[in-house]
């Protein structure tokens, strides 16, 4: 006879449990098998036989007794055939056997006359008369058979279909291994289910030992993590979340959900499984939290991870960038915070192959669907790259590849390529994103949802025309593009800073396109091949700002080759010819530009870039005197006639006119429907702010009406803006409240006001002396009256005229011009190209005259004698 205490593991059936001792030094604790003396319970079927009536309810009474509790045992006698040990178990001194007949759980055996002195007969069954008395347990009335189905009857995905996401009951009956259990589950109709249970999303050491005609197998760990699994779950009531079924068609995968805490977790967070890829998508939960397990136990070294060693990400491997190019649908180039671009792959990511295209024109795959995808969700977005791995150099891949995880703010891109079927995931056991599982769950989903590649659909086709193929295809398109104002296109390809590749998806259509009014320097298209001196950084500027944007385009004419030529606008906003400019990288191509409506906006952008000596003005300045090229004097200049009317004055020399022509009753039309349409609608969109340089509604200060204007600056620390009047050309600083977006139908129209100058005299400043009495004068010359302004050049976009008020003299001397400098507000300039032309010569003579008189009567500006010797060249 023996006795001690021990833990009951188990109950295997209301007469029989197992007990555990102490854990020992390399292994789990020994076990044994006790039966009850003197008491006998029912049984509990199999797949061979069916349950003994009440046998899962007494177990049940005894297992939530028992179970993880320590208890007093003693051996009685053990049977020679089968080694099995009888004794009485004693929890809180009272005899388990008697605690079971007095539930009607058990009932008394026959017991030898040999033992009867050694157990408490008349007590064993005063305890049964009174449990049946009472109709107890298994005395009761009932018939305590339960409907236990110890295989799946039926189709597993179908009872997968039924079941899955659902917390059912269950008691887990055995431990395999510490992945691996048979559990019962409670279905909600009342019957039980025997299955067995994969734990989703781990893998524990393998343990097999004693099975028919295979050979043993005890991984390291193996033991150890079965004990953890079954001191915690053994015979306890869970729930079990059904996931998946396993690759044999009858195992399932699925969550233990204990109150104590998730099963898979703390094996993993104890180094006792690892995290299994194809399992872990289906985790209930997601898998964030065992990839964090496993971290926290690779980084202590545990158990299966006492050998990690922990890769070494290097230096910068971790960035922010904007994205400057979209390589493919999964390959796109970034340019970090020193200006360094880098190539990189999205990591375990997979876009569709192209397929062969027909004459360059057509693609029949998710290619380029994949390749729009990340074009418009990351071209020129700022990102967050975190360098996963490196691929080293394949035949595929020459170079050793960067693979990073690209986020716009907290959005994994390449999660979603894979989440709308646009990718496939590359699965891999070492080089992985830091959120594969993530990936693998997209992936899973788009799967089932039959999305992008993954639907029985055919892949999209798309063809493009080349509209520039020849000069008399462009012809063709010619009329659809010019009819409709501004187009939308996309920006494939830059040749260079002013030659793009364009994209015209409502035309279905590709074309050469050549920003008019502009040169830019040519940019070397091979190494043997040398650029024109700021030809690379006019290519790398426009680049940046537009390679494979979306972009609005208006198209005016053709060139020899097909190529279209026009305006394009960024950000439907900012000219991209006038940029250029902006940047010294490219000047004005007169001719076209004059046939341009935005001629004022690039000439005006010319100048600024001059005036700050940008790039191609470097060694230009901007006040020196430029020599002009040869002026025919034989020939007669041919002078333009116009009428106009000042709409504003700048200075006394320097002013704004409008041209008396069809357009100005198109304004004035114009201008009522806009007054009608702000009646209407006056308020901006939530969060519109306007952007240099565009043109807006604007409503003026004086008389609270709205105009056409454009922005000059915007003033943050008073929310206001600068904005000039286009088409009178006054300006003022007005609030955002008085500011809105100029509705499209009101920006057809060229502006109305155009620069001028008085030509062939120098007039002071307003901040010089004598600029406000010059401006003045002017003022009382001009205003209210229709002009004769003849056009003696433009420089620029900027007339220079020779006013004359029709309504004091016809005579052709007597301009405005002369009247200036007669009255000491103005001298002679001759820096102007026809100015010694011989047909001037008159005009000019005038000029001298009145300056002598001028000069004699110390005027104005001659008030202390003749202080413009040096300034101007007033020989002739």
Known sequence: MSSGRATVKSVLSADMVVLSGRPRAGGPPATRTLGLNYIQAPKLGNKDRADEPFAFAARNYLRKLLVGKEVMFRVDYTVPSTGREYGAIYMNQENIAHMLVREGWADVREIRASDAENVDVEALYSYKAE???????????????????????????????????KQLPAIIESIRDGS??????????????????????????????????????VEPFAEEAKFFVESRLLQREVRVVLEMVGQNGSNFFGSILHPAGNIAEALVSNGLAKVADWSITHVTGGPKLLRDAERTAQASKLRLWQDHVAKNKGQDHEFDAIVVRIMTGDTIIVRNQKGQERKLRLSNIKAPARLAQQKGVEIASFDYEAKEFLRKRLIGKNVHATIDYVKPPSDQFPEATECATIKVGEINVGEQLVARGLADVIKSREDRS??????????????????????????????????????????????????????????????????FKLIIPKENCKMTFVLGGVR?????RSAN??????????????????????????VDSLDKTGGFIGTMWLNKTENVASQLLEEGLATIHSYSAEQSKYSSQLYAAERAAKQERRNLWANVDPNAVVEEEEVDTSKPIKKEYLDVVISDIRSGGHFYVQIINQQIQNLEKMMSELGIHHKKDSAAPANWKPR?????????????????????????????VEVVYVDYGNSETIPLSRVCPLPSQFS?????????????????????????????????????HQLVGVVEQRDHNVMHL?????????DPDRSLNAEMVRDGLATLSLKTRYARHPSNQSLVSKFQEATALAKRERLNLFEYGDNTADDEDSRY
């Open 520 to 524: 830019c320097p040519r940019a070397a």
């Open 434 to 499: 830091q959120f594969y599982d993530q990936l693998l769950v997209a992936e899973a989903k788009a799967k089932e949802e039959a999305k992008g590649k993954h639907s029985t659909k055919e892949p999209p086709k798309y063809k493009w025309s080349d509209a520039s193929e020849t000069a008399a295809k462009a012809k063709q398109f010619l009329p659809y593009l010019q009819r409709g104002g501004r187009t939308n296109a996309i920006v494939e390809y830059v040749a260079n800073g002013s030659r």
């Open 692 to 720: 240099v340089n565009e043109t807006v509604s604007a409503k003026f200060t004086e008389d609270n009406q709205w105009y056409r204007a454009k922005v000059i600056r915007n003033v943050a620390e008073s929310k206001s």
């Open 529 to 554: 091949e040398k650029s024109e001196p700021f030809g690379a950084e006019a290519l790398d500027f426009i680049s940046r700002r537009c390679q494979q944007r979306e972009v609005e385009i208006e």
């Open 802 to 810: 020779t006013l004359y008020d029709p309504n004091v003299s016809q």
């Open 131 to 165: 449990a049946q008395a009472a109709k107890r347990g298994m005395w009761a009335d009932e018939s305590g058979v339960r409907k236990a189905h110890y295989n799946l009857e039926g189709d597993a995905e179908e009872f997968l279909e039924k079941y899955k996401g």
């Open 180 to 217: 691996t259990a048979r559990a019962c589950l409670t279905l909600p109709n009342g019957e039980y289910q025997y299955i067995t249970l994969m734990i989703s999303g781990i893998r524990a050491p393998v343990l097999r030992q004693g099975i028919a005609n295979t050979d043993d197998l």
């Open 748 to 784: 057809s129209l060229p502006q109305q006001a155009h620069e001028a100058v008085l030509s062939y005299v120098k007039v002071p400043e307003l901040g010089d002396d004598y600029g406000v009495e010059a401006a003045n004068r002017f003022r009382d010359l001009v205003s209210d």
